[in-house]
């Protein structure tokens, strides 16, 4: 029931952008997205609650394809500052009291 | 400030005895949750809690327990640890279940079961 995410890693540099995708073989309620830092806590960044729904958060964004059961998130001009991993959850109809979080994509920005 | 709190950050132990990680949010969340975070495998569900005495199990209970007898705390207990429970875990909670809230994090216990 682990969502897939893809890719499992990547290196940009400065000012490029990047999208990371989580889909799932289930039905989905919502799709949650965060990011850790190493060493620290995971960060929520948004959560998407409905087909089609787009949410941003600072120059981050998402979208969620509810008939594909996909999730992207999409990071645009990227800053060191978005260095980390990134966890997709899916919160999957049949049981929506339980978030399942993705393997994580590593993110690198490099100047 | 809004948090999670656990204790300890680290902590290392020998196999057989009993350990509990402590967890409290200053929130007024209904919702609490135990993950463990082990390379490559993301963030598994151990325990969660939809509210004051309702706990269920998550994906990998075995070897855990968990009570909420207060809407605040939400302990982890091992009751005899062993070197495969050797992980970093974390404590979240959310408002509510219902509505789909994101969760906020603790900062962690890295555990190691020697």
């Known amino acids: 029931q682990q969502p897939v995410q893809s890719p499992q890693a990547v290196i940009l540099r400065e000012g490029e952008d990047a999208v990371i995708n989580c889909s799932s073989s289930?039905?989905?309620?919502?799709v949650h997205w965060y990011r850790q830092k190493h060493g620290e806590a995971p960060v929520f960044l948004m959560i998407?609650?409905?087909?089609?729904e787009q949410m941003r958060h600072e120059k981050i964004s998402a979208s969620f394809n509810e008939k594909k059961q996909q999730s992207s998130l999409y990071l645009t001009a990227s800053q060191l500052s978005y260095s980390g991993t990134y966890f997709c959850?899916?919160?999957?109809?049949?049981?929506?009291?339980?978030?399942?979080f993705g393997p994580g994509t590593s993110l690198s920005v490099i100047p | 400030e809004a948090q999670v709190t656990q204790n300890p950050r680290y902590l290392i132990t020998v196999t057989g005895k009993k350990l509990t990680v402590t967890c409290s949010q200053n929130?007024?969340?209904?919702?609490m949750s135990w993950y463990r975070q082990d390379p490559g495998l993301g963030l598994r569900q151990i325990y969660y809690?939809?509210?004051?005495?309702?706990?269920d199990k998550g994906d990998v209970p075995e070897g855990y327990k968990v009570s909420r007898k207060e809407k605040r705390n939400f302990p982890l207990i091992l009751e005899s640890p062993s070197p495969n429970q050797t992980s970093l875990y974390f404590c979240?909670?959310?408002?509510?279940?219902?509505?789909?809230?994101?969760?906020?994090f603790g900062s962690g216990t890295r555990l190691t079961v020697v």
């Open positions: 979240a909670s959310s408002l509510s279940r219902q509505g789909a809230y994101g969760y906020t």
């Open positions: 289930k039905a989905l309620y919502s």
């Open positions: 998407l609650l409905k087909g089609g």
């Open positions: 959850g899916t919160e999957i109809k049949t049981s929506y009291d339980k978030v399942i």
């Open positions: 929130m007024n969340h209904e919702y």
């Open positions: 809690s939809m509210n004051v005495e309702v706990t």
